[in-house]
């Protein structure tokens, strides 16, 4: 499909966009081929000096990054028309979107040509660094993060040379004009402190991590030393930021003095060396159909939340255009941001039938059938098939390996379970900020039954939190981890007493003993239960509360419902859905049934034990909502099941 553009592909008129590729980027422009290849020269010397100086070897399988190389600013404006909506607006050179399962540079061209003294996306490279360094944002102090961010987003490119370190005079000026903060205080600003939030302090925290950045990485150079090297790998194995620098770079105390006079110098060392080998011999460059870009444009509007509008924009591509899959797999985006898992499910379904081998498409048709739950083993199956499908062609794409563990953990059993708990640690390694997959593991830990490495892996957790919100999360998965492990003690207590006494609690009680089937059976049925929200999230996480504060409770009223189970329903094999809503306070409404296979007293007692439940804690108070609508799914006596407390759930 992709090809070099030859001479002959350029005959009659000039086609209005061009795609061109290079190893780790897809720059679609609406530009000449030289300003195309231009942006993607950069992009790959930005992302080889940052790996080559913290030691980033080897090939990398991670999907390229598209970048949107609009000619002129009305190109710009069509694709973020929000920063045009209003007088007084900012209107930006370039943008970064970073989402699951697609990262988006868009940028101006024209404010960039013959101005080698001054490079104009210097916000798009802060923000494309900080992609590069994702998988070193959970262990890096906040300073550290910013720092690197801006000292590598001021990197200067001249046709024979590339100028690291260049000073940014907007950060000159501020720390010329404003008191700087003690370097204690700036080891110490985390996600939860005013210097990250608010606005009139943001820019001195912004500017000093840069200068202290710039200084330990100038100190290196002219002293041929690999201090700050040192430090990042110190504290990638765990150290305490502040040991680790005390160990390499220098403490607070030290590092004081040193920053004030080397800001009061005003005057900042720039590297000059000679731009990364970029071997542009395999750039591919191929004129694209006015469908095609339409649907690239419409993908990246959809992403940037701008639905209505890429909804017409992928329909008038289809139009002239009825085998582009790329369309389809933006319509079951769309979808899905929707809560339309039967629309996606058609959508993405095409999309594989014209490219079977596409990760979003298979990542998209995955979730569509989970979006309708898992009731259904062969929808289940599916999912499950396109998710692997999904990682064996794109083994970095993350999200995937959380999703499956999410279906293995569903299906039930030990090696479902075992297997879930890798996916986990793959999810995990890869992205170590990332705290949804954190706290899938500790659930997945808690369906094993391992009770002290769930523990564990929550505290740890929480000692990883960067925002109140995901302190919180954290906090409560390890509340409840705890609880999980006190619970799961008294019952292999109980079953053990049991097993020794089969007839105590009887005779204590001043009855006769009897059979103890029937009642181990009601109180013991294996139960795999989830919930799922098919309400828009509006960008609020809802996974702590669904799983801490509404799972728990229904876990427990449940508890005592089985209790009032006959032995004749608790040996049944099936499952039951329902869906119901809660509203802003907490209360629920409109519980309906929407599937069941016996229609009996366990599906009574799933209902009763979510009446039981109810009231439940008030929505997030971030959510702007008025309800949100979910899906209950509980699984009970399975084939092959893992004995165990009941309940687990997303």
């Known amino acids: 499909m992709i090809a070099?553009?030859?001479?002959?592909?350029?005959?009659?008129?000039?086609?209005?966009?061009?795609?061109?590729?290079?190893?780790?980027?897809?720059?679609?422009?609406?530009?000449?081929?030289?300003?195309?290849?231009?942006?993607?020269?950069?992009?790959?010397?930005?992302?080889?000096?940052?790996?080559?100086?913290?030691?980033?070897?080897?090939?990398?399988?991670?999907?390229?990054?598209?970048?949107?190389?609009?000619k002129d600013e009305?190109?710009?404006?069509?694709?973020?028309?929000?920063?045009?909506?209003?007088?007084?607006?900012?209107?930006?050179?370039?943008?970064?979107?970073?989402?699951?399962?697609?990262?988006?540079?868009a940028l101006r061209l024209d404010v960039s040509l013959n101005q080698e003294a001054y490079e104009p996306?210097?916000?798009?490279?802060?923000?494309?660094?900080?992609?590069?360094?994702?998988?070193?944002?959970?262990?890096?102090?906040?300073?550290?993060?910013?720092?690197?961010?801006?000292?590598?987003?001021?990197?200067?490119?001249?046709?024979?040379?590339?100028?690291?370190g260049a000073p940014s005079a907007t950060n000159i000026l501020l720390l010329k004009d404003t008191p700087l903060l003690p370097v204690s205080a700036l080891f110490a600003i985390d996600r939860n402190s005013p210097?990250?939030?608010?606005?009139?302090?943001?820019?001195?925290?912004?500017?000093?991590?840069?200068?202290?950045?710039?200084?330990?990485?100038?100190?290196?150079?002219?002293?041929k030393t690999h201090r700050t090297n040192d430090f990042v790998r110190l504290v990638e194995t765990g150290m305490d930021p502040t040991t680790a620098a005390a160990q390499t770079i220098g403490d607070p105390a030290t590092l004081e003095g040193q920053l004030r006079a080397y800001v009061q110098r005003l005057s900042f060392t720039a590297a000059?060396?000679?731009?990364?080998?970029?071997?542009?011999?395999?750039?591919?460059?191929?004129?694209?159909?006015?469908?095609?870009?339409?649907?690239?444009?419409?993908?990246?509007?959809?992403?940037?939340?701008?639905?209505?509008?890429?909804?017409?924009?992928?329909?008038?591509?289809?139009?002239?255009?009825?085998?582009?899959?790329?369309?389809?797999?933006?319509?079951?985006?769309?979808?899905?941001?929707?809560?339309?898992a039967a629309e996606a499910e058609k959508w993405s379904a095409q999309a594989l039938a014209l490219n079977p081998e596409s990760y979003r498409a298979n990542y998209y048709y995955a979730w569509s059938l989970l979006r309708q739950g898992t009731a259904d083993p062969a929808k289940a199956a599916k999912a499950e098939q396109s998710l692997r499908a999904v990682i064996k062609n794109n083994p970095d794409f993350v999200p995937a390996y959380d999703s499956l563990a999410y279906v293995l953990v569903f299906e039930g059993g030990k090696e479902k379970l075992?297997?879930?708990?890798?996916?986990?640690?793959?999810?995990?390694?890869?992205?170590?900020?990332?705290?949804?997959?954190?706290?899938?593991?500790?659930?997945?830990?808690?369906?094993?039954?391992?009770?002290?490495?769930?523990?564990?892996?929550?505290?740890?957790?929480?000692?990883?939190?960067?925002?109140?919100?995901?302190?919180?999360?954290?906090?409560?998965a390890l509340?409840?981890?705890?609880?999980?492990?006190?619970?799961?003690?008294k019952m292999q207590a109980l079953q053990n007493t049991a097993a020794s006494h089969p007839g105590q609690e009887a005779a204590e009680s001043g009855e006769s003993p009897r059979p103890t089937l029937v009642p181990r059976l009601n109180r013991q049925i294996n139960v795999t239960a989830g919930l799922l929200l098919l309400s828009d999230p509006q960008g609020?996480?809802?996974?702590?509360?669904?799983?801490?504060?509404?799972?728990?409770?229904?876990?427990?009223?449940?508890?005592?419902?089985?209790?009032?189970?006959?032995?004749?329903?608790?040996?049944?094999?099936?499952?039951?859905?329902?869906?119901?809503?809660?509203?802003?306070?907490?209360?629920?409404?409109?519980?309906?049934?929407?599937?069941?296979?016996?229609?009996?007293?366990?599906?009574?007692?799933?209902?009763?034990?979510?009446?039981?439940?109810?009231p439940f804690p008030p929505l997030p108070a971030n959510f702007r909502g008025k309800e949100i609508r979910l899906r209950f799914q509980c699984n009970y006596n399975a084939p092959n099941p893992d004995p165990g407390p009941s309940g687990s759930g997303k």
Not at 79 to 89: M, N
Request: contains cysteine; aromatic residues 10%.
């Open 4 to 70: 070099a553009l030859t001479q002959a592909a350029w005959a009659g008129n000039k086609p209005d966009w061009i795609e061109l590729r290079s190893p780790n980027f897809i720059v679609v422009s609406n530009a000449n081929d030289g300003q195309a290849r231009r942006v993607a020269r950069q992009f790959e010397m930005i992302r080889a000096v940052f790996r080559e100086y913290f030691g980033r070897s080897g090939t990398s399988t991670e999907q390229p990054v598209l970048i949107l190389a609009a």
């Open 74 to 105: 009305n190109t710009l404006k069509s694709l973020i028309p929000e920063f045009w909506a209003k007088r007084g607006l900012s209107h930006p050179v370039g943008v970064c979107l970073d989402s699951a399962e697609s990262d988006y540079i």
């Open 121 to 164: 996306f210097e916000p798009v490279y802060h923000e494309y660094v900080h992609y590069l360094t994702r998988q070193l944002i959970a262990k890096l102090p906040l300073w550290m993060v910013e720092g690197l961010a801006e000292f590598y987003g001021n990197t200067r490119f001249e046709s024979k040379v590339v100028y690291l």
């Open 195 to 223: 210097y990250y939030h608010e606005q009139s302090k943001t820019s001195i925290f912004y500017a000093e991590s840069w200068a202290l950045t710039h200084y330990l990485i100038a100190r290196d150079w002219n002293e």
């Open 272 to 340: 000059g060396m000679k731009p990364p080998t970029i071997d542009e011999t395999g750039f591919r460059v191929r004129p694209v159909s006015d469908a095609e870009a339409l649907a690239v444009r419409a993908d990246f509007m959809a992403h940037d939340q701008h639905y209505s509008e890429a909804q017409q924009m992928l329909q008038e591509a289809l139009q002239s255009d009825p085998k582009l899959d790329i369309a389809y797999e933006g319509l079951a985006y769309l979808a899905l941001q929707q809560n339309n």
């Open 418 to 476: 075992d297997e879930a708990y890798m996916m986990t640690l793959q999810a995990v390694t890869r992205e170590p900020g990332n705290m949804q997959y954190r706290l899938r593991a500790v659930e997945v830990l808690e369906r094993q039954h391992r009770a002290d490495d769930a523990v564990r892996v929550a505290t740890l957790a929480v000692s990883m939190a960067k925002t109140p919100q995901e302190q919180q999360t954290a906090s409560q």
């Open 479 to 489: 509340a409840s981890a705890q609880q999980f492990k006190e619970s799961w003690a």
């Open 540 to 614: 609020v996480d809802f996974n702590s509360y669904l799983n801490r504060d509404v799972m728990s409770k229904i876990q427990k009223a449940w508890a005592a419902e089985i209790q009032k189970v006959g032995a004749i329903a608790a040996v049944k094999k099936g499952s039951v859905v329902l869906e119901f809503a809660i509203e802003k306070d907490g209360s629920i409404s409109r519980i309906k049934l929407q599937q069941s296979t016996n229609e009996d007293q366990l599906d009574e007692a799933v209902g009763s034990a979510i009446q039981g439940a109810s």
